[in-house]
T-cell receptor, first 115, second 117 residues
Framework: EAGVAQSPRYKIIEKRQSVAFWCNPI?????LYWYQQILGQGPKLLIQFQNNGVVDDSQLPKDRFSAERLKGVDSTLKIQPAKLEDSAVYLCASSPRRMDYNEQFFGPGTRLTVL | AQSVTQLGSHVSVSEGALVLLRCNYS??????LFWYVQYPNQGLQLLLK??????LVKGINGFEAEFKKSETSFHLTKPSAHMSDAAEYFCAVSDGLGGSTLGRLYFGRGTQLTVWP
């Protein structure tokens, strides 16, 4: 079974530019998550989708971050405009359905550097 | 609110020695607890999870963890370290689904494990 795919793996941009990340979850997984992992910290949830609907985006900085999951499969996360503090690894994860203790399967992440 | 504290951002052990990575949690509801491992340039991989069944949980690669409610702890152990265990380890707690909770995972800051030959 193919894992969670993410692209690009690395991205370097200057502040105030925009950037987009793509995620393809494991086939059949209904729930998709985007996390931000700043160096030296654990991952922090940005947004959670159930199929193509948003379940939880309370920690998403909506003035600059946006995400969508059209057709309930692939997802994109966008930052516009980027700030220096957005430098982090952005992880995508998926799980078969929403459960209390459902395992989340993580992709390799996209490392973003904002100069 | 849920939170996790991992004591020690770096742990070093010799190959063959006991591995002990500490995790304490705070949860307003019965918790679901997880340990994840992250190898360089890779995503997180689930080691084991506690879901209110047995308090001693066995995971992959010889790791296990014990849920101690009285100590609000979920420490990760392995009797004998191997060079391949060198990685970063994250403890996480979920508040589960229901009512106002959304099954969100709250991660600790991570513990980097170094294994010396």
């Amino acid at each position: 079974e193919a894992g969670v795919a993410q692209s690009p793996r690395y991205k370097i941009i200057e502040k105030r530019q925009s950037v987009a990340f793509w995620c393809n979850p494991i086939s059949g997984h209904a729930t998709l998550y985007w996390y931000q992992q700043i160096l030296g910290q654990g991952p922090k949830l940005l947004i959670q989708f159930q199929n193509n609907g948003v379940v939880d985006d309370s920690q998403l900085p909506k003035d600059r971050f946006s995400a969508e999951r059209l057709k309930g499969v692939d997802s994109t996360l966008k930052i516009q405009p980027a700030k220096l503090e957005d430098s982090a690894v952005y992880l995508c994860a998926s799980s078969p359905r929403r459960m209390d203790y459902n395992e989340q399967f993580f992709g390799p992440g996209t490392r973003l550097t904002v100069l | 609110a849920q939170s996790v504290t991992q004591l020690g951002s770096h742990v070093s052990v010799s190959e063959g020695a006991l591995v002990l990575l500490r995790c304490n949690y705070s949860s307003s509801v019965p918790p679901y607890l997880f340990w994840y491992v992250q190898y360089p340039n890779q995503g997180l991989q689930l080691l084991l999870k506690y879901t209110s069944a047995a308090t001693l949980v066995k995971g992959i690669n010889g790791f296990e963890a014990e849920f101690k409610k009285s100590e609000t702890s979920f420490h990760l152990t392995k009797p004998s370290a191997h060079m391949s265990d060198a990685a970063e380890y994250f403890c996480a707690v979920s508040d589960g689904l229901g009512g106002s909770t959304l099954g969100r995972l709250y991660f600790g800051r991570g513990t980097q494990l170094t294994v010396w030959p």
